[in-house]
């Protein structure tokens, strides 16, 4: 059965830090990964997608993710956090192929400290 | 465009009632989904359209939850009868076949007291 596990429920990060947030998952094809971000009681924004080619994807507002398959991982990056950046976080996993209904991690809550 | 929209924002309903919300997708998006999402969790997939076939339910969707999208453009998800349990963020997205990611609407909110 397809999973996502995002470790960290709420992650703390200072204005101008550095931000790795973690997805590992579970799928028995290939793989059609995602990051969302939600602001608070706002719908879901995509912010980068990944099924093929280069296993580093640049997304909006300056975010990447880098997929490593040996490790089932799909870790988004950011170089240097803006107070902007606080919402929630969700990691996604889809069939590359066919209906492309998605299985949710359940979130990482970032906050910013000023 | 203006991508999906989603009405209501917010429902408040009492407990038995009947409650209906419409999705509006992105017009040239074919396939149209609902996911509900309860707090602190992420979006669990419910139900997805291609154009006005509905094409796969989640054995979350109980037979007091039914949705349609009759001429293929806007879709709607009813719920009879309506349990404190049903409570949560109700998500809508489109896409096209192809693929490239969804776009969500905003969500309505429904609360049953």
């Known amino acids: 059965a397809q999973s996502v596990t995002q470790p960290d429920i709420h992650i703390t990060v200072s204005e101008g830090a550095s931000l790795e947030l973690r997805c590992n998952y579970s799928?028995?094809?290939?793989?059609?990964l995602f990051w969302y971000v939600q602001s608070p009681g706002q719908g879901l924004q995509l912010l980068l997608k990944?099924?093929?080619?280069?296993?580093l994807v640049q997304g909006i507002k300056g975010f990447e993710a880098e997929f490593k398959r040996s490790q089932s991982s799909f870790n988004l990056r950011k170089p240097s956090v803006h107070w902007s950046d606080a919402a929630e976080y969700f990691c996604?996993?889809?069939?590359?192929?066919?209906?492309?209904?998605?299985?949710f991690g359940q979130g990482t809550r970032l906050t910013i400290n000023p | 465009d203006t991508g999906v929209s989603q009405d209501p924002r917010h429902k408040i309903t009492k407990r038995g009632q009947n409650v209906t919300f419409r999705c509006d997708p992105i017009?040239?998006?074919?396939?149209l989904y609902w996911y509900r999402q309860t707090l602190g969790q992420g979006p669990e997939f419910l139900t997805y359209?291609?154009?006005?076939?509905?094409?796969?339910k989640s054995r979350l969707l109980s037979d007091r939850f039914s949705a349609e999208r009759p001429k293929g453009s806007f879709s709607t998800l009813e719920i009879q009868r309506t349990e404190q349990g049903d409570s949560a963020m109700y998500l809508c997205?489109?896409?096209?076949?192809?693929?490239?990611?969804?776009?969500f609407g905003s969500g309505t909110r429904l609360t049953v007291v």
């Open positions: 997205a489109s896409s096209l076949e192809t693929g490239g990611g969804y776009t």
């Open positions: 799928y028995g094809a290939t793989p059609y």
């Open positions: 990944y099924f093929s080619g280069d296993t």
């Open positions: 996604a996993v889809g069939a590359f192929q066919g209906a492309q209904k998605l299985v």
């Open positions: 017009s040239e998006h074919n396939r």
């Open positions: 359209f291609q154009n006005e076939a509905q094409l796969e």
